[in-house]
């Protein structure tokens, strides 16, 4: 069974378009999260979920909001796509806030073009 | 500014030796560390972690070490095997404050072991 599962896997779009990611984990975490790996594969937290209150939002543009719809959910949704956007984005989940480790889905890659 | 760094882009071993991946931090709040493993096209796999409390954890064939007044750590792989080839990407964070555990991670360090 996956743990943490993120669709789609890959995402191609032009830019200026509307997305969005979906994640669904089955751990019974309360606290789940988007990281973007970049070009230089650098692995950046984006935001935080705890209890579907969001607890970290850091220096993203608004194009970006999450939704978490219930704590087994989190969801990334972007508007108008931009070049810069192009990474691979994972969400994670863990139990707590803290001094546990996080589980990580697969990965989207996303496209834009 | 990055906290956390590996400054090995890359670590060549040959099978059966030990493989040692470093790590440096530079955010003193830093109170816990864990190490992750990458392959292609998957997501970062959990391996080890340790608290501040502590300068050793051990695990299997993996062992992290922890030296806080360098603000250094370091994953040991022994004996290293084929299928340890991947990116290892160290990463940090503290407890406290509106950081709510937030993980900052190096950059990786791609491991290969030759047969």
């Known amino acids: 069974d996956t743990a943490v599962s993120q669709t789609p896997k890959y995402l191609v779009t032009q830019m200026g378009n509307d997305k969005s990611i979906k994640c669904e984990q089955n751990l019974g975490h309360d606290t789940m999260y988007w990281y973007k790996q970049d070009s230089k594969k650098f692995l950046k937290i984006m935001f935080s979920y705890n209890n579907k209150e969001l607890i970290i939002n850091e220096t993203v543009p608004n194009r970006f909001s999450p939704k978490s719809p219930d704590k087994a959910h989190l969801n990334l949704h972007i508007n108008s796509l931009e070049l810069g956007d192009s990474a691979v984005y994972f969400c994670?989940?863990?139990?707590?806030?803290?001094?546990?480790?996080?589980?990580f889905g697969n990965g989207t890659r996303l496209t834009v073009t | 500014d990055q906290q956390v760094k590996q400054n090995s882009p890359s670590l060549s071993v040959q099978e059966g030796r030990i493989s040692i991946l470093n790590c440096d931090y530079t955010?003193?709040?830093?109170?816990?560390f864990l190490w992750y493993k990458k392959y292609p096209a998957e997501g970062p796999t959990f391996l080890i972690s340790i608290s501040s409390i502590k300068d050793k954890n051990e695990d299997g064939r993996f062992t992290v070490f922890l030296n806080k007044s360098a603000k250094h750590l370091s994953l040991h792989i022994v004996p290293s095997q084929p299928g340890d080839s991947a990116v290892y990407f160290c990463a940090a964070s503290n407890a406290g404050g509106t950081s709510y555990g937030k993980l900052t991670f190096g950059q990786g360090t791609i491991l290969t072991v030759h047969p």
């Open positions: 955010n003193s709040m830093f109170d816990y």
């Open positions: 994670a989940s863990r139990q707590g806030t803290y001094n546990s480790p996080l589980h």
